[in-house]
Structure formats: C-alpha cells, structure tokens
C-alpha cells in the first residue's frame, strides 16, 4: 500500500515547489531586465547619432539663414529706410521753422 501523505507534508512540499519555481522565475526576470536594459541603452545610443548627423546640420543651415536674414535687414536699413527718415526729418523741421517764422511775424503785425 502506498504511504499516505498527511496535510503538513503536501503543504510543505507545496511552499518548496512554489519557493524553487519563484527563484527561476526571479533569475529568469533578472536576465530579461539586464537585456531589456542593454538594448535600451544601444537604442538611445543610436537615436542620439541619429539627431546627430540630422538635427545638427538643419539647426545649423538655419542659423545662416537667420545671420543672412539679420544682414539683409541691416542693409536695407542703412541703404534705404534711413535716407528717407532723414530726408522726412529735414522737411518736418522746415515745416515746424516756417511755421514758427510765420507765426512771429503775423503776431508782430497785431
């Protein structure tokens, strides 16, 4: 007859089972954590050089563009916005001194 097993020993056979196959499953997680993690870092790694080689000349084509931009502005603003604002000073100013040359003599007429 086959010896029967009391409850005490089909729970402590029980807690060992569970315990051994809670220590695989635990390595087991530590290794796909340990990959997981070297694969992420190989993958920033490559989106790094990524925006390396991509951004880095697209920033820098608009940095000319901006600098090209900012002279054509200055250029234009020396060439041709301040000849006209000074010639329209010089005729505001004048205006304003016929103004106060007329005025003087129509009050020394009264």
Do not use: C, H, W
């Not at 020993?9 to 809670?22: C, F, P, Q, S, W």
């Not at 925006?51 to 900012?70: C, F, G, H, Q, Y």
């Amino acid at each position: 007859m086959a010896p029967v097993l009391s409850i005490a020993e089909v729970r402590d056979i029980v807690v060992i089972v569970y315990g051994v196959i809670g220590i695989v499953f635990f390595f087991f997680a530590v290794i796909v954590l340990v990959v997981l993690g070297f694969t992420v870092k190989g993958l920033l790694r490559s989106v790094s050089e990524i925006l390396d080689d991509s951004v880095k000349p697209t920033m820098e084509s608009i940095k000319n563009a901006a600098d090209t931009v900012r002279g054509t502005a200055e250029f234009v603003g020396k060439t041709a916005v301040s000849p006209i604002v000074k010639t329209y000073g010089a005729f505001a100013g004048l205006r304003k001194g016929l103004g106060v040359l007329s005025g003087l003599s129509g009050r020394k007429g009264k």
